[in-house]
């Protein structure tokens, strides 16, 4: 007879658990334009008590993003539905990974609350990787954007999904649903996928995208890298022509931050001038908007930029037709 003794029972389990066992890494110090302040404003408390009351998980927690205390202050926030436990284990988040819980039935009614009570204009839903659902999150994505219509019929919604990889016709159940933007990241150049995205594809993201646009050729499409993960200039660029191949409307860059000694190290910081070259390149390749600095996160001014985007795609066209 075997006595089995779960050591665990009375510890919290780790919240990285496929890092647990990997060498630490240097971390870099960080350079005078990559600082900021700890949040502690008024606006950022009242949102985080919305975010507490109505049982939300939002990635701006999760993921340790450095402009928390400002999107906060202005009643921004990008809610993380699905649970908070993710079934990949990407070399540069910071979101837990391990089993997921079943879904919440009652999340999307939860997070149509908050979006009223929040006032919010424009809202950015976002998720972890639900590889164990067969349609890995799909139907609660657009159960979640038809709650927000029915609550709030004048915010704009911004979805930042997953690949859905090996998902047939999730992507289309999303897209039916019609959230405003439909943002799929990168995150990284193909060459690191296998140490920095190991579960991801990355022709996969792009067709993912492209078929966006074949769907519904009027839904804005956008994509977000980081820097400083070891890449090279010309594989952002010619990651940029890939984007514009599918389509992509908006682009995202900024730099990666190492959340812990466990995860992949910071390769470099990326200067303010490179970022504003990697800006102009861009936009010399016809996206309609592109958002690149340090700080420069997927759903950081989202509301504003959404504004932005649709104000550049109105003089697009008009150009076009006066040609």
Excluded at 32 to 55: C, H
Excluded at 94 to 107: H, I, S, W
Aim: proline share 6%; aromatic share 6%.
């Amino acid at each position: 007879m075997v006595t089995v003794i779960d050591t665990l029972a009375n510890r919290p389990r780790p919240r990285h658990p496929e890092k647990a066992h990997r060498p630490d890494q240097e971390v870099l110090r960080k350079p005078d334009w990559i600082r900021v302040r700890a949040p502690t404003s008024r606006g950022y408390l009242e949102t985080r008590d919305i975010v507490r009351t109505n049982k939300l998980v939002t990635v701006c927690e999760e993921a340790g993003c450095p402009n928390i205390g400002e999107c906060w202050d202005k009643k921004h926030a990008s809610f993380l539905i699905m649970g908070e436990i993710c079934t990949r284990a990407c070399a540069f988040c910071n979101v837990t990974t391990g089993r997921p819980n079943a879904l919440d039935a009652d999340e999307p009614e939860n997070v149509a609350a908050a979006v009223r009570q929040m006032g919010l204009n424009h809202v950015v839903v976002t998720s972890v990787d639900r590889d164990d659902l067969a349609d890995g999150g799909a139907r609660h994505f657009a159960e979640v954007i038809r709650a927000i219509r029915t609550e709030s019929p004048e915010t704009t919604i911004e979805v930042l999904t997953p690949d859905f990889l090996r998902k047939d016709g999730a992507l289309e159940i999303v897209v039916a649903a019609k959230p405003d933007v439909f943002n799929h990241n990168l995150e990284t150049v193909p060459s690191n996928y296998l140490t920095v995205r190991p579960g991801a594809r990355y022709f996969h993201s792009i067709r993912l995208l492209q078929r966006v646009k074949e769907l519904d050729p009027t839904m804005f499409t956008k994509s977000g890298i980081m820097v400083g993960l070891g890449e090279e200039r010309n594989e952002v660029q010619q990651l940029m022509d890939d984007l514009r191949t599918a389509d992509v409307d908006f682009l995202t860059i900024g730099q990666y931050l190492q959340p812990t000694r466990k995860h992949h190290p910071v390769k470099k910081f990326v200067t303010p001038e490179e970022f504003k070259s990697y800006e102009t390149v861009a936009y010399t390749k016809g996206f309609l908007l592109v958002s690149a600095s340090p700080l420069t996160r997927s759903s950081h001014h989202a509301g504003e930029d959404f504004a932005r985007l649709q104000a550049a795609r109105a003089a697009h066209l008009a150009k076009t037709a006066d040609q």
